[in-house]
């Protein structure tokens, strides 16, 4: 009976200490921080302030927030003794703590945690010239890689189409038994390839078939390149720079801009006790050249002036390339962890908290006030103009390949005259004389033997 009585006192206790917990007015400490936290007026808003107010309806209890007095979030000194919104609620004369409070083993240990309400990790904030380096093929940038397959095939059928024409047309090519043909095949990619580059390359065609087909490949070759290099202007950015930064081991390699982390901060705990030997060196280099921020802004300013790397929370980092256009963060993201709301350790509000994230998160509120709070100001910003795809140049694409039809239909007519003609002379059928000057053109390898043995004579 004892027994059951100290476990119904204690169930009773525990109930009470929840209830009054909840029903208390709770001393809030936060840290002024865009846009988590933000002064307006005499009030306080951001994103913290709405997941607070949210947390406080589904928990039900009432706050009062204020500001921490050494605007510090909490670490340990050699001591041991804690500062910031840690120390505050360490010393009880705060309830909660709720900020960008980065979940850590050594705040664990001595306050209590929930379950994060933002997932972030560490990255680095350049400017755009430095982030952004010149490859070796940016040339083929212009134009998607569907697009270069297409005009490959354009070149190639166009020197195709001229070779055929110019042995079938009898302007081009009258006497197949005796004359030399100008336009082999290797001639004929040589002379598409001159006149791609608008260098041009005689002697020209003749045949009206050979012309018809070379002007269509000459306005496909004038459109094609004016779009290029339109396109091409378009990619240049007006400033270079012979540096890229496409991540933590590529800042670790080199030297030319300076590099840093907000001092006392978890990302520089992360880099302290790392055994990464990329990330030791960007922590010796720090330590060595000193090259701390005393707050967000300045670590923001410093990158907006061209020759520091501000390293920093991602999620901070995209707040200052939504606020400065000029900024961007690099794809690299290290250290995962999340941002918590810290309260004693042992207190039964814990539980109750961390329910009420997790409901806001599967309902979807966490990821608006994400939204809400870290909307861009860059809407004027030029984005990056996009590859020239294949349905761009349909129409010359199309242009041309009607082009090159006519010319070899034209080649093909002009050939038809001509045999008419040598049937009526000869007397014979005019598809039998086709049919011998079709085979004499397209299999005769020879041709040209004739001729240079009559050039042979000659001298």
Known sequence: MLLAFLLVSSGCFLDLAVCTAAQSELRITTIKQEPYTMSKGSQ???????????????????YKVKLVKDSSYGRQDESGNWNGMIGEVLR???DLAIAPLTLTAA????????????QTGISILLRKDISEGAGFFDFLTPFAP?????????????AASIFIAARLSPSEWSEAQSERNRFSFLYSLWYTAGALTLQGAGPHPKALSGRVICSCWWLFSVVLLACYFSNLSSFKTPESSHLTVKGFEDLANQETIQYGCLAGSSTLAFFKNSNNPVYRRIYEHMERAQSFVSSMDE????????NFAFIGESVSLDLA???????????????????????????PIIKNLSVAILQLSEAGELAYLRSKWWASSCIADKAKPAAVQPHSLKGMFLVLALGLGLGTLVAVLELTFKSRRKAAEQQKSCCT???????????????NKPQENADKEKA
């Open 44 to 62: 306080l808003e951001g994103f913290c302030m709405d997941l607070l107010s949210e947390v406080a309806k589904k928990v039900g209890f009432k």
């Open 299 to 306: 670590g923001v300013n410093r990158a907006k002036e061209g």
């Open 92 to 94: 009880g004369e705060a």
């Open 321 to 347: 390339v939504a606020r400065h256009c000029e900024l961007v963060r690099v794809h690299e993201v290290i250290g995962m962890r999340g941002y918590s709301i810290a309260a004693p350790l042992g207190s």
């Open 107 to 118: 705040r664990e240990k001595v306050v209590g945690m929930t379950k994060p309400f933002m």
């Open 146 to 158: 569907e697009t270069w397959i297409g005009i490959l095939i354009a070149y190639i059928g166009t």
């Open 433 to 447: 004389v086709l049919t011998e000057e079709l085979s004499l053109r397209l299999k005769n390898r020879g041709a």
